[in-house]
């Protein structure tokens, strides 16, 4: 099974600062990563797929990069409506998420 | 296109339970169904994925056995089923699209 680690647990971020959260992949899943970003109470919301590409809809402040086993999510500028926890997931080998990066406001 | 799943459920330890996720907008039997599960205060778990063109089934080791899961083309629904529940199955329970992109609303089961 590929596991996938997430760092950190808990991001504190203010209003209008960048985030960065980081997923690492137990094995390469090549580009085979996505994110989602899940509010209390919803369903995940697809951002990225295909490790940088963004879904449908998504802001240009979302911004994934990486291959192989290191993957980035990169929120440039802080919205209110970000602080979330954010997920990834590999589907190059089954599918497998990780534990999630809660994104708190500080 | 939307992913709607059926209402929440409260059940019994050892009765069964199914439950159900219905396509529209798209062509249903051209993407695979997978189903997830989020445990209370938890992260999210791919259970399986089924292909509604040919029904080609494949589950998550640690759901295999446990779980069943189905589809019926005709009315572009997909379910999941539990035959004896535990109160370890308590959780929100989610379908999405193979594409990743479309999620049901989310099916909430209290055992």
């Known amino acids: 099974e590929v596991v996938m680690t997430q760092s950190p647990a808990t991001l504190s971020v203010s209003p209008g600062e960048r985030a960065t959260l980081s997923c690492r992949a137990s094995?390469?899943?090549?580009?085979?990563l996505a994110w989602y970003q899940q509010k209390p109470g919803q369903a995940p919301r697809l951002l990225i797929y295909?490790?940088?590409t963004r879904a449908t809809g998504i802001p240009a402040r979302f911004s994934g990069s990486g291959s192989g086993t290191e993957f980035t999510l990169t929120i440039s500028s802080l919205q209110s409506e970000d602080f979330a926890v954010y997920y990834c997931q590999q589907y190059n080998n089954w599918y497998t998420f990780g534990q999630g990066t809660k994104l708190e406001f500080k | 296109v939307q992913l709607v799943q059926s209402g929440a459920e409260v059940k019994k330890p050892g009765e069964s339970l199914k439950i159900s996720c219905k396509g529209s907008?798209?062509?249903?039997?051209?993407?695979?169904i997978g189903w997830v599960r989020q445990m209370p205060g938890k992260g999210l778990e791919w259970m399986g994925i089924?292909?509604?063109?040919?029904?080609?089934?494949r589950y998550s080791p640690s759901f295999q056995g446990h779980v069943t899961i189905s589809v019926d083309k005709s009315i572009s629904t997909a379910y999941l089923q539990w035959s004896s529940l535990r109160a370890s199955d308590t959780a929100m329970y989610y379908c999405?699209?193979?594409?990743?992109?479309?999620w049901g609303q989310g099916t909430l089961v209290t055992v």
């Open positions: 907008g798209y062509i249903f039997t051209n993407y695979w």
């Open positions: 094995q390469t899943v090549s580009r085979n």
């Open positions: 999405v699209r193979g594409s990743l992109d479309y």
């Open positions: 295909s490790a940088s």
């Open positions: 089924i292909y509604p063109g040919d029904s080609d089934l």
